[in-house]
């Protein structure tokens, strides 16, 4: 193709590459099978190529619904209007092991093929053995140092810091090697409270970091994955913005609210609510 050209490529924490092309036709030309092969191998014998895949978090999934079982995601599929196969990868969130004996539910994140398909469970949910799931984006995390535990912005491998500190009880060795399994006796290395390892995001001091990285990230806000459907377009950030302070949930289908005397009414998933003004909603 003349004038081919990247504009970009971004390293990724798994080894991953992402190439930025110079505009969509030839995204599609690069993607195309026989130019692929050719543009792996010139990038050397063990390059392959994946496809970007859209991340959702779907919450509260029942723990009983065979999700290990691919034949219930072509379910969930039929059942929610996806297209068939457009459910890639599903894990839970959490491991496991480190569930609470009465914990009935978890999020998982599950990856879709295409952006389309993501939107579709963002505005309708997942549908699961009768149970609409709500679906969202995953939050972009406050970073923290997997040795020390510090939001300071640095990572395990450039950590400076006397000591490990354990994610779960803070003690003074690594995370792997913590026999503990009771979240109820963990403690924080950040916050320095019991009940809770620095891992968790109910965590205050994660909270704050948090807030700060929304504050500062111009991505934060954005709902969908951005398609050519302007829809997927909103920015919930700079809608409340230019509404006063008023969070934007009069938008495409919710477009039914009403503001009464007490707040904000509007309806979503098939609920109505009440919303006070500039009440804080997470993304
Ligand atoms: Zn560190
Ligand atoms: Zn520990
Ligand atoms: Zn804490």
Same mark, same amino acid.
């Given at each position: 193709m003349e004038g081919a050209t990247f504009v970009g490529a971004k390293k990724l924490a798994n080894g991953g590459v992402v190439f930025d092309c110079v505009d969509e036709k030839m995204a599609d030309w690069v993607k195309a099978r026989n130019v692929m092969i050719q543009f792996t191998s010139a990038l050397g014998g063990t390059c392959t190529y994946r496809p970007r895949r859209q991340e959702l978090v779907v919450e509260?999934?029942?723990?009983?619904?065979?999700?290990?079982?691919?034949g219930t995601w072509r379910m969930v599929e039929r059942e929610s209007g996806q297209v068939p196969g457009c459910i890639e990868e599903t894990h839970w969130i959490k491991p496991p092991q480190f569930r609470s004996p009465t914990q009935k539910v978890g999020h998982m994140k599950v990856s879709f093929a295409t952006a389309e398909g993501a939107n579709h469970a963002i505005d309708n949910g997942l549908w699961l053995g009768g149970v609409c799931l709500k679906a969202r984006k995953p939050e972009d995390e406050a970073r923290r140092c !997997? #040795? @020390?535990?510090?939001?300071?912005?640095?990572l395990a491998r450039d950590c400076k810091a006397a000591a490990n500190a354990c !994610? #779960? @009880?803070?003690?003074?060795?690594?995370t792997a090697d913590c026999m503990m399994v009771d979240s109820s006796t963990f403690s924080c290395?950040?916050?320095?409270?019991?009940?809770?390892?620095?891992?968790?995001?109910?965590?205050p001091v994660f909270q704050k970091e948090q807030t700060k990285k929304k504050a500062r990230d111009p991505t934060a806000g954005y709902r969908y994955f951005p398609?050519?459907?302007?829809?997927?377009?909103?920015?919930r950030r700079l809608e409340e913005q230019a509404w006063g302070g008023?969070?934007?949930?009069?938008?495409?289908?919710?477009?039914e609210g009403s503001v009464t005397e007490g707040g904000l009414r509007f309806r979503r998933s098939e609920q109505w609510g009440l919303r006070a003004p500039c009440d804080q909603e997470t993304v």
């Open positions: 509260m999934v029942p723990f009983d619904a065979h999700v290990e079982d691919a !997997a #040795r @020390c535990q510090s939001y300071d912005g640095h !994610a #779960r @009880c803070a003690g003074e060795y690594r290395a950040n916050c320095k409270v019991t009940g809770h390892g620095a891992a968790d995001r109910s965590c398609t050519a459907d302007p829809r997927t377009w909103a920015n008023w969070p934007a949930v009069l938008r495409g289908k919710e477009a």
